[in-house]
């Protein structure tokens, strides 16, 4: 098991108090903005937007997205829930000592993320996060759930499992209001509305196979987390009351 896997394997009783010490800087510096146009995946797969490079310049931010920037599978992939990605930084070090057959295939962009920072985690940053950047407003509204295409596009077939065991995933924004974004621009928060629920602490629950039908419950009518996340927790909140006979 790579040592990232081991990051989140916390009791999930002792979250609270770990959690309330997080705090993401005030400031955080957007050091890289990437856009990517359809590819076929591995040059000769079905068509992908997770091939991404460097933008330059400023680039119109707008409710479905940065404008330039592709996805193929609009069902899983983008749309105003999922309108930009941000991955840490700093965790692609740690990628690259867990499968060192291809270090230097893990440098900012190669998960195909939008926005790259250091600073910002998902124990520093909370669901419904508001974040002014350059002159747009965007607000974190899920973690990013990685697909088959991770893998595929590192030839690692199991990174994306490995990817959600660890919670090392990123997340996604929804954007509030339109506006230019660059590289070199800062995240100024504006609001935290739940400061108890970090993103860490919702993959907590959901790797959790034994996850309290409180958390459970709680984590489904969160009203800043997607839609198809709360549907996630709803459903095995069902699951869990079938099987033990409760309505």
């Known amino acids: 098991m790579p040592d ?4 989140y394997t916390r009791n999930i009783d002792h979250a609270d108090n770990h959690f309330s ?13 990437f856009t990517g146009a359809l590819e076929a995946l591995d040059g000769v797969g079905d068509p992908t937007g ?4 460097p933008a330059r310049g400023t680039l119109r931010l707008e409710t479905d997205g940065l404008v330039g920037d592709r996805q193929a599978d609009r069902r899983h992939h983008g749309g105003p829930e999922r309108a930009v990605s941000h991955y840490p930084a700093e965790f692609y070090p740690d990628w690259a000592r867990s499968f060192p057959r291809t270090p230097d295939a893990f440098a900012p962009g190669a998960f195909g993320e939008n926005l790259s920072t250091a600073g910002m985690t998902e124990d520093s940053v909370c669901i419904g996060d508001i974040y002014r950047l350059g002159s747009a407003t965007i ?8 697909c088959w295409k991770v893998s595929r596009r590192m030839g690692l077939r199991e990174l994306a499992v490995h990817m959600a065991d660890s919670g090392r995933c990123g997340w996604l924004y929804r954007v509030l209001t339109p506006g230019e974004v660059q590289t070199g621009d800062h995240f100024q928060r504006q609001a935290r509305p739940r400061p108890e629920w970090p993103l860490a602490r919702l993959w907590l629950i959901r790797n959790d196979e034994q996850a309290m039908p409180e958390l459970l419950q ?8 997607s839609e198809n996340w709360r549907g996630l927790f709803a459903n095995r909140l069902r699951n869990l009351r079938r099987r033990s006979g409760r309505p």
């Not at 010490?21 to 903005?33: F, N």
């Not at 997770?50 to 490079?53: E, G, H, P, Q, V």
């Not at 709680?218 to 987390?225: C, F, K, T």
């Open 4 to 7: 990232s896997v081991a990051h």
């Open 21 to 33: 010490r997080s705090a993401a800087p005030p400031v955080t510096r957007l050091d890289a903005l």
């Open 50 to 53: 997770i091939y991404k490079t």
């Open 139 to 146: 607000q974190i509204s899920q973690p990013r759930s990685p």
């Open 218 to 225: 709680a984590a489904a009518v969160l009203p800043e987390l």
